[in-house]
């Protein structure tokens, strides 16, 4: 047994190992110190060793003359013994300095056999989604129906994969097992090395697992860290697991599992008067809303030494895996979940990321599936707390570990196990059902969107790691259906995103959405393919598109997005009037994304949202701060894509009444049965925008009703104010500009076709030329001047033109 004296030497040991010596070398140094006669290496130990490895001895036997032949080995053997005795008591010893000195040697011996094991290690754990990309087919369709013509052109190299289209989704996944489940080790490296940890393993175990408890925190961190590097070394451990399990566990808190509410139960008082209806949150609630850990109570008062015991398990896991094993910790998989999820609430983050980690490798095993269902739900909730945690790396892994928990596969059902806690993700809660704690306390009625937040983080690689979760959730859950409409808007507010990768990410995954719809609505498809009807005529698609967009989307995305946006439309144009500048902002950007998805069926309710944009229009020019103008302008940009796709015919019918003031028609939404001057202003704006985004030949057919209610006394002449002037002379300069290069005349028989009158535009049009001069003597001010130069520019090139066209058609006659 060492003394205190000794730990110098172990010093100058640990030197040799660093500077590269050889086993031989620090043997040589070993064997000639006397102060270390007790020495692990030294007294005939390590040569016992060797003769255990080779002749069969245990050390564990009764009988020591029955391992060897030879007295000599014999006498070996039991000096040995008596060595290996010396160092079992040495690790129970009452003084502090002894066992300290025991694991410093044992250690680095450990090490060192590791070193020679070298090439031979245990990978990290890798394991794959349940739902990889990479073994199956996003769409899929029982009874074999496939689009026409997705054999040609771009599709031609993914026709392979589209051939597993009639197999179902849940079939597609292959049913992976563990190497082997009657828990023995192939141990194919039969190197001495192996055999010596084995021994170690052997003698010493028992000793070692009883340190976990040991008082001083450096014994029980060298005693975790041995155990540590004695799991990778592919020893067999199959009669240890029974002793080093509870030692592991005894320095966890308990916990409970409650599988009625599917939460974890860390105060079960306060948890039973939840249960009865009294005034509390669920605990997993109160971290959400608190935004703070619990106070954490451990056995263990050392953080270093809980992240090691995580270590710990997870060498343990490593190495059963790779040697098929892993039936041996069957037993012990629960007691697992709940230490594990234990760290989740550990008010160290590496340890967070550590079991994080941990978790969503167990959670991915196949050989545990029906385990990992059991409490994929409850590790979901206990996941959502830290999504809100300060330190990004920390949310980086929770997001990890939340899309694990909800992919874990209930094949009986053909459903994510713990699909249910995205509803709590987005703090869904029905308008109707309100809790009875919300008349005692009020934060029992508080619930909180954390999607929304992550949308919105300020680190984009925790951005780009939430959309590949909503990604993979809307391409690859089985029951994603019943959430592709409450996770559709967040995934559409990453097309505005600052960072590129994300962009694509999002737009990819809308894609393979609607690429799903194709194949699994042929009905809706080949019709519009084959016919090549694909939308309006009277739709603008020929200008470019706002970006993101390169091009037009595809016919499955648009019906995709069509079909899942109703349930949120109209919030969403709510949203845009929200007292938070930022809220605004973002509501106007997801609703430009949902006009280029929606097209034409913007129509549908023109009337309500038209309405709603309008009135946020209104909202931004009446204020004169920086936020109210971005938002104007994509205010602005909105009604212009709107133009693209509604035709002139239906926002005119809606709009004129409210410009000039005429409260005798149903559609003018008026208060009191006037309008106010801003909102006559404001209504003539939005009209020039759509004008913009309109077909020419469209707004030809609205021509003579726009000039002749524009030109009047209470848009342009006297009875106007200043702003409402300029605003309507700016609005007819845009419709000038859209028929430029147009038949004035030939509006006649467009406005005939459309409402059935005949007007003689040319008439009309030379009657405003002299209202243009004569607003000319009225005003002085150069803002209105300047704009009557422009507008009669305009108009002066239109009647140009109109000369040009008749003097051709003259000349063809």
Known sequence: MESSADLGQHESLHDNMEDGASTKDIRDSVDNNDGMQQNFFHSGCWDYMQVASFSGFDSDDDSEDECCGTSDTINDGRDATRNINSLKSSLKSQNKTDRLAVLCS?????????????????PPLNN???YDTESIVLTHKSNGAQVSDLAKGEHVSDWKKWEKTFVPLIQQFPDKKSKATDGSFSNSINSVARNKLQFILNTCGCALFLLFSDPSERCRSLAIKCVQQLSLAGLDMGKHIAFLMPAIFSRYPEILYDAEEKVFVHDPEQHEFYKRGGASNRQDREQIIDGKSRSFVSREPSEEIRFELCEVISCLIRSFVHYGSLSLLDVYFSDIILALQSHLSDPFPNIKIAAAKLLVQILRLPHWEIGAKYYASAIGRASLPLLRHRNSRVRLESISLLEASICVPDREKVKGAGSEVIVELIGFREENVIPVSLFYRHECGVSINILAELVADKNKNVRFRCCEMISYLMCCLPDRYNYQQRLLPYLLSFYNDDDPRVQRQAIAAVDNCGQQYEVENPDEIVERRQYGVDGDERCNHIDSFPQPFERRPRIGSR?????????????????????????????????????????????????????????????????????SANLQQILEDILKSV????????????????????VSTGTTFSEGGI??????????????????????????????TILKSLSSQTSIGQLAGHRRRLESLKTLTLLFQSINGSSISGASTLIFEESGKLWNTLDVTHSFTKTLEDLLNQFEDKPTIDTIHQLQNYVTLALQNEQCIESFSNLAM
């Open 106 to 122: 044992l250690d680095r011996d450990i090490n060192l056999l590791r070193l020679e094991l070298h090439g031979h290690d245990i």
């Open 128 to 130: 794959p989604p349940p």
């Open 559 to 627: 019906f995709f997005v069509r079909n899942n946006t109703k349930r949120f439309f109209k919030a969403l144009l709510s949203e845009l009037r929200n007292w938070m500048p930022k809220t605004r902002l973002q509501s106007a950007k997801l609703l430009h994304i949902l006009v280029i998805y929606c097209e034409e069926h913007l129509t549908m309710d023109i009337n309500n949202s038209l309405f709603e944009v309008v009135k946020a229009l209104q909202s931004c020019m009446s204020e004169n701060d920086k936020d």
């Open 643 to 662: 133009g693209r796709y509604v035709d002139p015919c239906t926002y005119v019918r809606f709009l004129l009444p409210r410009m000039n003031n005429d």
């Open 675 to 704: 309008h106010s001057d801003l909102s006559c202003i404001v209504n003539t704006k939005a009209l020039g925008c759509l004008i913009q985004g309109s077909l020419p030949c469209r707004v030809h057919s609205q021509y003579v």
